[in-house]
């Protein structure tokens, strides 16, 4: 592989003054801990430790729009980068929202196809992938991993073991230096092993039952039997109440179980095709783990026992470890932590404190939070971003807003880059929520300038101690690092609000106003560094 050139490039002084203490504590350690704020120049500091160390560098984020960030400074530094993406992401015949195990390539028309793909970027590749009709994107990507200088992938492609075998041994013996992107995440890393099923899967799962008997000669008796009492209970489930944890609910025993995975092997082999989805698999995946589960909005939802071994397993692969972010909480992982205690950008802070984001006020509070938006964007020259704590809140305020070109993410949503080109020809409100997708790891500019003048935090993030869920993480953090709840939900509300602050700042000249709208905002003043005396009353 023809090698890029690298650029000259400026350390900042935070940067040369830290390197070779990281490099040998990184040596010597084995665990390197980063926190500096957003936009100071962490991915740069991290990939220069990783090459002085030596060995492959597998560089994880949270989600593909990160991937361009990553690019840009192994471009500077002329390492070659290879973009792993999960099969969905980029097969032509899936939908999106496959298992990677639900894609079979072996059945592929396309399969041992290899196209080069190293010109396009990141969001240059998914466009291509989903047009590709003579090769195989996912393997023309997977084909460049050995002989790549970094490796960017998101967290699941590595805290999967099955997926992370398959990128392992395309590297093969060589030494491993994984650097986790906004580890932070790793506080909710529950969410990502957890498994789903609901009505629809159920009754689907018995009419491919039909198609089973109809086609082929084994019993399915015992499964049908199963699988209509699973669907008359989960019938019968609240679906309005967030997620509760069920101490009961109806298993099933080894024959019927036994029946199921064999329906759905003979099922799946009947399908033609390289997409083979089943919601037998489905259920079998969901009874093969062992956990916790949860009636989320009428569906039963499992979380894993040992989440946190997944992900201890993981890292313990790699010969060194670096894990960074703006917000670098206490994840119970020893090693040598640099912390970098400087400012990038300037901030001028209002405070919002007469409206409320509390759950049981929201539909009286949305029309309020709509007329100081509309205050604001009127207050603004340029594009305003606003983010939400979620997208149920959003949706409220939006309802409220009038006579004020908005630009929305959704859970579809339009592409980061072309969210990009209409800020940079228009004035939009922009509605974002927290902790989505374009709210951490992600950039709204072009060049070096902002494509806004504000941002506001239309609410507070706090998590939603009515949610199951988010109790049994509160409780497990608290143990993990030896804290109150109390602390853990108030850490975890400020890494939030930092991260979603941090989209304001990526350059020492940027000057933003920021807007913290929610009565609530004031228990965190100190942990965003400004006293009452330097936040100016808003509304």
């Known amino acids: 592989m023809e090698a890029n050139v690298q650029m000259s490039i400026t350390l900042r002084e935070w940067q040369r003054s830290y390197l070779n203490v990281a490099v040998d504590q990184l040596r010597k350690e084995g665990t390197l801990l980063l926190q500096a704020p957003p936009g100071s120049g962490k991915t740069l500091f991290a990939l220069k430790t990783s090459l002085n160390v030596g060995g492959t560098i597998i560089y994880l984020t949270r989600t593909h729009n990160e991937f361009t960030s990553v690019k840009r400074e192994a471009d500077r530094l002329g390492l070659n980068v290879a973009f792993v993406f999960g099969k969905a992401s980029v097969c032509p015949f899936a939908q999106g929202n496959e298992d990677p195990e639900e894609i079979d390539c072996k059945s592929c028309k396309l399969n041992g196809k290899i196209k080069d793909m190293s010109n396009l970027s990141p969001s240059q590749i998914i466009a291509e992938a989903k047009k590709a009709s003579d090769y195989c994107p996912y393997q023309s990507l997977k084909a460049k991993i050995g002989n790549a200088d970094i490796i960017t992938s998101s967290y699941l492609y590595f805290f999967l073991s099955k997926l992370r075998r398959s990128i ?55 499964a049908k039997e199963y699988l209509t009492i699973l669907y008359d209970f989960i019938n019968k489930l609240d679906e309005g109440s967030g997620c509760k944890q069920l101490p009961l609910f109806p298993q099933p025993d080894k024959e019927a179980l036994s029946q199921i995975v064999s329906a759905m092997k003979t099922y799946v082999n009947l399908i033609k095709g390289p997409i083979k989805r089943s919601s037998l698999r489905s259920i079998v995946n969901f009874f093969s783990e062992s956990g916790d589960v949860y009636n989320c909005n009428g569906s039963l939802v499992i979380i894993p026992n040992k989440s946190w071994d997944k992900i201890s397993s993981a890292l313990r692969s790699a010969k060194y470890v670096i894990l960074m972010s703006g917000t670098l909480p206490d994840l119970g992982i020893s090693g040598y932590k640099v912390d970098v205690n400087i400012k990038v950008g300037k901030a001028e802070w209002y405070y919002c404190r007469n409206i409320t984001s509390k759950a049981k006020v929201r539909n009286s509070e949305a ?32 309802e409220n807003i009038r006579n004020i070109p908005v630009l929305e993410e959704d859970k579809k949503g339009i592409t980061h880059e072309e969210m990009l080109e209409l800020m940079s020809s228009g004035k939009y409100l922009v509605l974002l929520v927290m902790r989505a997708k374009e709210s951490e790891g992600v950039e709204f500019r072009i060049g070096n300038k902002n494509l806004f003048d504000s941002v506001v935090l239309a609410g507070l993030p706090y998590p939603d101690i009515t949610d199951s869920i988010v109790v049994n993480r509160i409780k497990r953090i608290a143990e993990q690092t030896k804290r109150s709840e109390e602390e853990i939900a108030h850490q975890l509300t400020a890494i939030v609000i930092k991260q979603t602050i941090g989209r304001a700042f990526r350059d020492p000249n940027d000057y933003v106003k920021i807007y913290l709208c929610d009565s609530r905002y004031k228990e965190y003043f100190s942990d965003l560094g400004v006293s009452e005396k330097e936040i100016k009353l808003f509304g």
Request: proline residues 2%; charged residues 40%; aromatic residues 10%.
């Open 168 to 222: 392992l041994k395309e590297i093969g013996d060589k030494e491993i230096t994984v650097v986790v992107d906004e580890a932070h995440n790793l506080l909710f890393s529950d969410e990502w092993f957890k498994r789903r099923i609901g009505k629809r899967t159920v009754k689907n799962a018995l009419e491919e039952l039909k198609v089973v008997r109809r086609e082929s000669r084994i019993s399915v008796d015992k």
């Open 367 to 398: 029309p309020k939070y709509a007329e100081v938006l509309e205050r604001i964007y009127k207050l603004s020259e340029s594009n305003v971003l606003t983010f939400f704590p979620n997208y149920e809140f959003k949706n409220l305020v939006k």
